[in-house]
């Protein structure tokens, strides 16, 4: 069967988590009463993330294992979304998002066919974290003009049909810079994008690959992806 649902979880160095964070978004997504199907995509961990998922896959049907060698944000987001047949397609950040947020998103979702659902983060761990959000989303609304808070925020929800509307996914970045450019597409597209208010407090899982060095490289991304083509 088809599903409607197709979740893409990106997991870097998390074998001794993987378990319990299927089993949590196995019984949030079976009260959809709704074919879904989750994709873990292994994001070049280095310990044994990989051969738990496969495992895990292996007991269920629902459950896909994907592995990319190279590491990357947007790289191991491509994958998921290729790789997925869902009617929509959700990626988000296991570490940071409770199973109730991701319903929340994917019944919004479901409201309408050619909208994008997204989470806005009210909240923040620290205040150098929110700082540096603030300043990257000014940037982006200033560079860009679309309408949104938050854009890096997930889960986010896009229905295949919108995908389709928008350039081919081998031409989106490898790197974080991808749900800028996922975004700014969309708007570009006339594509309507609701975004969905979430507090987050605490990291569920994981640890943040985000330093100083990267977020530098974000702000210049923005740069590039203004002036060099979206």
């Known amino acids: 069967m088809t599903p409607l649902y197709s979740v893409i979880l990106p997991v870097y160095n998390e074998a001794g988590?993987?378990?319990?964070?299927?089993?949590?978004?196995?019984?949030?997504?079976?009260?959809?009463s709704q074919p879904w199907e989750l994709l873990f995509v292994?994001?070049?961990?280095?310990?044994?993330?990989?051969?738990?998922?496969?495992?895990?896959?292996?007991?269920?049907p629902r459950v896909l294992a994907l592995l990319s060698e190279?590491?990357?944000?947007?790289?191991?987001?491509?994958?998921?979304?290729?790789?997925a047949t869902g009617t929509y397609l959700c990626y988000t950040n296991s570490a940071r998002?409770?199973?109730?947020?991701?319903?929340?998103?994917?019944?919004y979702a479901a409201v309408h066919e050619?909208?994008?659902?997204?989470?806005?983060?009210?909240?923040?761990?620290s205040w150098f974290r929110r700082l540096g959000s603030t300043l990257y989303n000014f940037e982006y609304r200033l560079l860009f003009q679309v309408?949104?808070?938050?854009?890096?925020?997930?889960?986010?929800?896009?229905?295949?049909?919108?995908?389709?509307?928008?350039?081919?996914?081998?031409?989106?970045?490898?790197?974080?810079?991808?749900?800028?450019?996922?975004?700014?597409?969309?708007?570009?597209?006339?594509?309507?994008?609701?975004?969905m208010p979430v507090r987050v407090t605490q990291r569920y899982g994981g640890k943040s690959t985000t330093r100083i060095p990267s977020a530098v490289r974000m702000y210049l991304g923005l740069l590039g992806l203004r002036y060099g083509g979206l």
Do not use: H
């Open 97 to 107: 998002t409770r199973p109730s947020d991701l319903l929340m998103a994917l019944r």
């Open 147 to 195: 309408p949104v808070w938050d854009v890096n925020g997930t889960p986010k929800v896009l229905p295949r049909r919108v995908l389709e509307k928008l350039p081919a996914l081998e031409t989106l970045a490898d790197g974080d810079i991808i749900d800028a450019q996922l975004v700014a597409r969309c708007f570009r597209a006339q594509v309507s994008i609701l975004e």
């Open 70 to 83: 190279q590491g990357g944000w947007g790289r191991v987001v491509k994958l998921g979304l290729k790789e």
């Open 42 to 60: 292994v994001n070049g961990s280095r310990d044994d993330s990989f051969a738990v998922a496969s495992r895990l896959a292996a007991e269920d």
């Open 17 to 32: 988590r993987i378990p319990a964070l299927l089993e949590s978004y196995r019984t949030a997504l079976d009260s959809l």
């Open 114 to 125: 050619d909208i994008v659902v997204k989470a806005s983060r009210i909240v923040r761990d």
